[in-house]
């Protein structure tokens, strides 16, 4: 492999910094040679053996020892400013300056690999722990592959790949200009599910490694695979930092695939309690009415000439009622299924809730003989952005319920809230019925739901008016909550947020 410009760089410095430590040592002895003796002088040499071997590799280290005791043998060991060596002590001094010298440099390398080693798996150690942090904010097995990618070619200075398999497919996303060596690597690695490549056991001639996302087990599938390439065989701490970085990713994309199925599972949910719902309306509350409509028509239509004007006068009422009960049902079903059914977007415009409650009230007092609602809707409130229909229908509900259960007056508050989120709108229906049990509070929106008091007196009803209320209310981004009245009856609350921003009414100026 050609060297880079800057291993060349490298290299120099090293060299230059070799000869700097033993042309200092060498001026240094020169400078002390008459004042001490041979060994004083070896030590010099030594100390600069291990300087090079603490900052350079081992080649450098011995080359730095044998240079060390071949200078103190040329310009200290008589005879002088020769390799000559005269007297067999000197012989012996020289030898053992070499051996120390190059045992020094033997513990220094093993040291200084230990160090880097060090550094570097607390590198590869901070990078996972970064990795994890980010992919716990990926949404997408886009990010997650982003994120991995330039994981990879952070910790490993040759060509990364990372392929997923294609959306719904069972093919790896895999780019055009990829070498067919590599396809092949990866597609084997994916069918044998193990690691491959160099010092693994697999296809170790490779100078690769190629390594499945995930694993297979409990169900579990591959979400793609990984080739790392220019490593070396031996490199199995670099092996075990890829193949623990590969595990993250794995981990990262199998939990999107949960929960995109556990979305899937819960749409799932949804459509079957709605088909339950239609179930339960068809099989139970739809059926009664109706067989008491076509028995009192067929009555009237089989036996007419037989039956009083009063008996006639009854089974009409009776159809009427159940006919009318039988809309009411239906319509709130239907209201239900489709609130439920957030696919289908609200109508909402600019309304005023004075109009909203006055068109309301106007409706509901054609049966309010008695005149029992009292309202009370101040003059200057806010528009709020709203389906009318809808909330007109919830408020109905509220009153009509009230009606319903309560001979007493009924009072409608319309009035502004300020919150540390920003302001509502408050819509109540107070009454002083029979109001709800604390026991029933926690279900009695639920759809079916019917208070025990509706049930003991036999009072007409489906248990799904309040429900449609919420619904109505949650998805105006709003609430719908119910307080039992101290002194008796209820307090049905409807919130509605209110927009900062407001539009100009007509004939206002910007
Ligand atoms: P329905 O009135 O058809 O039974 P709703 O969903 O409108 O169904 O109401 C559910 C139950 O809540 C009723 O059965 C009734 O027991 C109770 N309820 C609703 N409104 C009132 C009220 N204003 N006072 C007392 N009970 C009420």
Redesign the pocket.
Known sequence: MALTSESRNQSWKDWFLLLFLLSAATLACLLLDPYVSLTSLSMLYVLAVVLVSSRLGRSHSVLAAFAAVAALNFFFVPPRWTFQVERSEHFIALLTMLVLALVINHLASGMRRETEMARLNETRARQLQSLAIALADADTPQAVKLLGQRALDTAFSGTNTLALFEADASELDLPLELPNAIRDGLRCCLKEAVVLGAGTGRWTELDAWYIPLGELRQGRELSGAVCIQAVAGDDESGREHAVALCSMLAQALWRLRLSVAMQAAQREAQKQQLQGIFLAAISHDLRTPLAVVVGAASALQLQHDKLSVLEQQRLLTSIVNEAGHLANLTENTLQLVRLANSAQPLTRDWESMEEITGSVLARIRQYDSSRRIVSKVPDSLPLVRVDAVLISQLIS?LLE??L???DAAIHLVVSLETQVEGENLLVSVK?R????SEAELAT?FDAY???D??ERSQ?R???????VCRAIAQAHGGSLILRRRSGGG?S?ILSLPLTLEQPFKQGEQP
Not at 433 to 436: D, Q
């Open positions: 509900n319920n009230a319903k259960y309560t009454d019925g029979p109001g709800i009695i739901s019917r208070g008091h509706s009072q009803g489906s248990g799904l008016g309040l429900a209820s049905f």
